[in-house]
């Protein structure tokens, strides 16, 4: 149980395109998301957090218009980075959390913006 | 700011048993105490949890002192594949954001042959 699938696993695009990255919740419901982000070598650090159907809360020196996060359903959340840039590489890693407040981890997506 | 501290990192010899340390030393009476790894390159793995008691299941055992003020993460039998960051993390059973999981630095256990 508790399997959480995150997709695209690695993606690349050039400066000032937009990627979007899914995160599936496969066999429980998540009633909070969290988005966190890891750069090489330091531990992740919480970027947002959404509940469903709701806006997301984001975490102080995140941009919530370059950061958009869509918490459409118990199953599925989508983080879109927009206009990224060659510094928003990094390790993206959705956390869905349970009413039990039982939370677990996509297997992170790396991105690297040329 | 995390609340834990953890020494940077550890060495362990395959087969033998890999005991990480945890101060928590501020913990309040209703914040558990939760154990993540993370191999690299991957999302962090659930390991174990507790409020006080000691807690054991089948990747691992959680002793935690009688003053909660810290706790030890018990691996009986280290593999290589046990080689990760491992993240002693305290935590409110709140939703939203309060309920987030707050990462330090870690632990890295090196598993060795």
């Known amino acids: 149980g508790a399997v959480v699938s995150q997709h695209p696993s690695w993606v690349i695009c050039k400066s000032g395109t937009s990627v979007k990255i899914e995160c599936r919740s496969l066999?429980?419901?998540?009633?909070?998301m969290f988005w966190y982000r890891q750069f090489p070598k330091q531990s992740l650090m919480l970027m947002a957090t959404?509940?469903?159907?709701?806006?997301?809360?984001?975490e102080q020196g995140v941009e919530k218009d370059k950061f958009l996060i869509n918490h459409a359903s118990l199953t599925l959340s989508t983080l879109t980075v927009t206009s990224a840039h060659p510094e928003d590489s990094s390790f993206y890693i959705c956390s869905p959390q349970t009413s039990r407040y039982e939370q677990y981890f996509g297997p992170g997506t790396r991105l690297t913006v040329t | 700011d995390a609340k834990t501290t953890q020494p940077p990192s550890m060495d362990c010899a395959e087969g033998r048993a890999a005991n990480l340390p945890c101060n928590h030393s501020?913990?309040?009476?209703?914040?558990?105490v939760y154990w993540y790894r993370q191999i690299h390159s991957q999302g962090p793995q659930y390991i174990i949890h507790?409020?006080?008691n000691n807690e054991t299941n089948e990747m691992a055992s959680l002793i935690i002192t009688e003053d909660r003020k810290s706790s030890t993460l018990i691996l009986p039998h280290a593999t290589l594949r046990d080689t990760a960051v491992y993240y002693c993390i305290v935590r409110q059973n709140y939703g939203g954001s309060q309920g987030n999981l707050i990462f330090g630095k870690g632990t890295k256990l090196s598993v060795k042959p």
């Open positions: 507790g409020l006080k």
């Open positions: 066999d429980f419901q998540a009633t909070t």
């Open positions: 501020t913990i309040s009476g209703n914040e558990y």
């Open positions: 959404s509940n469903e159907g709701s806006k997301a809360t984001y």
